[in-house]
């Protein structure tokens, strides 16, 4: 396992005081990051080989962000201490070898010469102020929106992380092709800043007393506001945890206005879903890196023939296509899927790498009996997962109770160790590909924005210019699979790349389709020169500086 941010990236106030002058000579625009070229210039200082120096940046900037925060900062400069003290960077080294009260900070050769040179020119004296010293402010980044409402151009500067470069190019490339064929109301809400200012997401799934929040309350060793937990459905509602200065719930319709938060998307689901949404805040170190969706139990059997009042498998898809990992947990007793649990899963179509399989509870039977679970449990999975490969199971007993090992025997407790130790691991690594998901999802919303203009553009031309619009309209809609085939064989599109044909003939018949727009060339060209230059260039000025 590697070197957690609660060992290197803490220190002392001393330190920290030191590290925060440093910091903030390096970060010469005041924006609270340090990019590649700065950072290339302050640790020129340290005197470290490149090679050193790469393996600095690649553990300090672990998430792949482009930049140093603060605290990434902190761990940079332990490392270079590390090493110029001769210790090999590299995280099992450090894990034996980094003792963090002893790390004292580098030595960077002209620092405090340049530090002090920089204290006598950053205050600007002001005649028009009575002489009073005025700081100047940092460069501004408010381009994502703009007061007067009109589209707001960024500042070469403002870009200084690889989501600051999605941010810009989603406004200024993709948003108007959404905005021009009406993607928002077919597809996914328009993107806010938040969306993509968001914490990783990890979603809990599966019938009820399957452990979910039980699960949750495992990760973070305690309660958290609004758990509740027994033997029948009693999480009602979908319950956001996540990262807060203290421990509160916050409504559903509260959340879903809160600018800050990334679930403004949720009021299309109306006031019968957000009444069963809320939010529970908590401060907790896991929860500044992951936020967790705890889920309602699927329905079974009779229960399952009472009807919602909200688009249950909507919402699930909504949040599936936002979540970077995806649980479905079982327990030995509760093996079958229901025909809710089937609807569920199908509705994360185009997730499936996200899915992870939790056999939870898996200590209530013996070794022989958790064979045969495992095997039928794998039969069941087979029906509804349409994939050729094979779900990762997890199996255990992901709760604060000891593991029976009258039942299970000491295999059985070395096995639910390491599985429980595979799936923290997973979890530990969600925040480091934060970023790499962030760029996929973004990718597959662009493509999936260009097929839907396309189809669009087509149906609009396929209407009569003057009579038997209706009649036209309801042919094209009867027939919406075979102008999905005509469109796909124009621009040779990839079938599974396409909308679902039900929902999209749902959406599409209460709407003109004489009223659409035109196919309009410069657009798609755009967004193909930022899926094939723009994207591979924001990366390639983002990677490690030293490569």
Not at 143 to 159: E, H, L, M, N, T
Not at 182 to 202: H, I, Q
């Amino acid at each position: 396992m590697e070197v957690k941010s609660g060992t290197l990236g803490s220190c002392s106030k001393d330190h920290q005081r030191i590290f925060q002058e440093w910091f903030n000579f390096a970060d010469s625009d005041g924006d609270g990051r340090i990019t590649g070229n700065a950072a290339t210039k302050f640790f020129a200082m340290s005197k470290l080989l490149r090679e050193e120096l790469k393996q600095v940046w690649a553990i300090a900037d672990s998430k792949r962000q482009g930049f140093l925060g603060f605290h990434e900062f902190i761990i940079a400069m332990q490392l270079i201490s590390l090493a110029q003290e001769g210790v090999q960077l590299t995280p099992i080294s450090l894990k034996y070898e980094a003792d963090v009260e002893k790390i004292d900070p580098p030595l960077m050769e002209g620092l405090d010469s340049l530090i002090a040179k920089s204290k006598n020119s950053t205050v600007v004296v002001d005649t028009e102020t009575n002489g009073s010293a005025q700081t100047l402010p940092p460069p501004s980044s408010q381009w994502f929106a703009s007061k007067s409402g009109r589209k707001a151009q960024a500042p070469q500067y403002s870009v200084t992380s690889i989501v600051d470069g999605l941010k810009r190019l989603y406004i200024e490339k993709l948003k108007p092709l959404e905005v021009a064929y009406r993607f928002n109301d077919f597809v996914s809400p328009l993107l806010t800043n938040s969306d993509f200012d968001a914490k990783p997401m990890v979603m809990l799934l599966g019938q009820y007393s399957t452990g979910k929040t039980t699960f949750i309350k495992h990760l973070l060793k305690g309660e958290y506001p609004g758990a509740h937990i027994g033997p029948e459905p009693t999480t009602d509602r979908f319950v956001v945890v996540m990262s807060g200065p203290d421990e509160r719930s916050i409504p559903g319709n509260t959340i879903a206005v809160h600018a800050d938060m990334p679930f403004n998307g949720l009021t299309k689901f109306g006031g019968a879903f957000l009444s069963k949404f809320e939010c529970s805040q908590m401060p907790h170190p896991l929860l500044d890196q992951i936020t967790f969706v705890d889920t309602p139990g699927v329905l079974s059997g009779e229960k399952q023939r009472t009807q919602r009042s909200y688009d249950f498998t909507g919402v699930i898809s909504w949040f599936a296509a936002k979540s970077d990992l995806i649980l479905l947990l079982f327990d030995p007793h509760k093996l079958d899927i229901s025909d809710e649990f089937k609807r569920v899963i199908a509705s994360l179509r185009g997730n499936d790498d996200k899915i992870r399989v939790v056999l939870n509870k898996a200590d209530q039977v013996d070794t022989q009996q958790l064979m045969r679970v495992y095997g039928a449990l794998m039969w069941s999975l087979g029906k509804v997962l349409n994939t050729p490969e094979v779900a990762r199971v997890y199996v255990g007993s992901f709760n604060d109770k000891p593991i029976d090992e009258s039942i299970m025997g000491p295999i059985g407790r070395d096995l639910f160790e390491k599985e429980q130790d595979d799936l923290l691991a997973d979890l530990i690594d969600i925040p480091k590909k934060a970023c790499d998901r962030q760029i996929n999802e973004f990718v597959k919303r662009a493509r999936a924005a260009k097929i839907h203009a396309y189809i669009i553009s087509h149906l609009k031309k396929e209407m009569p210019a003057m009579m038997g619009k209706a009649k036209a309209q309801q042919r094209l809609i009867d027939n919406l699979e075979d102008e999905f085939a005509k469109v796909q064989r124009e621009y040779h599109l990839p079938a599974g790349d396409f909308p679902n044909v039900e929902h999209f003939k749902e959406v599409l018949s209460g709407y003109s389709i004489d009223k659409f727009e035109k196919l309009k060339p410069k657009m798609i060209q755009a967004v193909d020169e930022m899926l094939g230059y723009e994207i591979p260039e924001l990366l390639k000025n983002f990677r490690n500086p030293y490569e």
